[in-house]
């Protein structure tokens, strides 16, 4: 059986008009693909998207890429597909023209343990082009959705009195960027 890098690579060559070599570039230390790995489709700016996304996140690395040659959707040389890691979760990119653009319908969840961190995430997600949100979402420069979501927040909407969760509900409906202080202000009923 093929790897699963070489019969995405296939797959893309169905898709791309003759003649379009695709360089494959395969790296045997890389583990398997994990069962379940999230796609996302860009238009031309995969690789610089990539590039940001691993500046913001720890435990990020570039596992297997594939680089488009002549006759494909965007110029050859561009990166056409890639396997990555940003904090620890796989993800598989592609550049393949602007047929499907990201939408809210998906959007990545980042759980924030400190206001620092929501702040520092919404600040750089938002720079350049991005889009702040209502209620901790918003989109980046790629078009992107992202929910920058303090950790503490499930906890307080999952708190056994309705009041207090509602409370805190009625606060996180109101605001783009979330505060954890004016939440737990909300939660505490003050």
């Not at 790897?3 to 570039?25: D, E, G, Y």
């Given at each position: 059986?093929?790897?699963?890098?070489?019969?995405?690579?296939?797959?893309?060559?169905?898709?791309?008009?003759?003649?379009?070599?695709?360089?494959?570039?395969?790296?045997p230390a890389v583990p398997a693909l994990q069962k379940i790995t999230p796609f996302?489709?860009?238009?031309d700016d995969a690789e610089e998207a990539i590039r940001f996304y691993a500046a913001l996140f720890p435990d990020s690395?570039?596992?297997?890429?594939?680089?488009?040659?002549?006759?494909?959707?965007?110029?050859?040389?561009?990166?056409m597909f890639a396997r990555v890691r940003l904090a620890g979760q796989e993800f598989m990119v592609l550049n393949a023209g602007p047929m499907h653009p990201h939408t809210e319908a998906f959007s990545m969840f980042v759980n924030c343990e400190s206001q620092a961190e929501v702040d520092d995430l919404w600040t750089r997600l938002t720079a350049d082009g991005g889009e702040?949100?209502?209620?901790?979402?918003?989109?980046?420069?790629?078009?992107?959705?992202w929910q920058i979501v303090p950790s503490a927040l499930s906890?307080?909407?999952?708190d056994?009195?309705?009041?207090?969760?509602?409370?805190?509900?009625?606060?996180?409906?109101?605001?783009?960027?979330?505060d954890i202080a004016a939440l737990t202000a909300a939660y505490d009923g003050r």
């Open positions: 059986m093929k790897p699963p890098l070489t019969l995405l690579a296939t797959f893309l060559c169905a898709l791309v008009p003759a003649p379009s070599p695709i360089q494959v570039v395969e790296n996302l489709w860009f238009d690395k570039l596992l297997a890429e594939s680089r488009w040659g002549p006759g494909g959707p965007v110029p050859a040389g561009k990166l702040p949100g209502q209620c901790g979402w918003l989109k980046d420069r790629f078009g992107l959705s906890q307080m909407l999952g056994k009195d309705p009041a207090r969760a509602a409370r805190v509900g009625r606060a996180m409906l109101s605001m783009g960027k979330l």
